[in-house]
């Protein structure tokens, strides 16, 4: 594939719907190279604070409308962490976190390491997002008529 054939292809925000418990459907995005390397850079000084706003900072890159524009902007996670969105927000988080590509593996050494910190004290808590070595692919929107 050519420069422009590149470019065109990722031009429009990937996005998939997800269905909640209640046949509620949200859509999440595709984050950008640069959203994923300033998230990870995130991650990293974190250090024994990494699971503060972990989701709430994730789901705000994430969730977005039927053009795969943000729903929320970075300086809303505050708002995002008090929403009580319980089940729903972990199914958001796992479904929008493997159609990145992140890897479940490094999800796992993530929490590990956090509550190992949190246990000891430390803080060493640098674990590397890496991308799952399974593609993600796009699906469309959901159709006309259902709730986002």
Known sequence: MNRKAFTERYRKA??????LPDGTVQ????ITPGE???FENWLTKQKDKVTDNFRA???SLVLCDEEGVRLYADSDVD???NIPGGADFEILFDDSWA???MS???LAELKKSSASAHLNGSAST????SASSTPTTSTAPPKAGASA
Do not use: Y
Request: charged share 30%; no cysteine; net charge positive.
């Open 126 to 129: 640098s674990a590397s997002v």
């Open 27 to 30: 859509l999440v995005r595709a």
């Open 104 to 106: 479940r593996e490094a």
């Open 14 to 19: 990937q996005t998939k719907p997800v269905t």
């Open 57 to 59: 900072k994730w789901l």
């Open 79 to 81: 708002e995002i962490k």
């Open 36 to 38: 994923r390397d300033a």
């Open 99 to 101: 159609f990145n590509g």
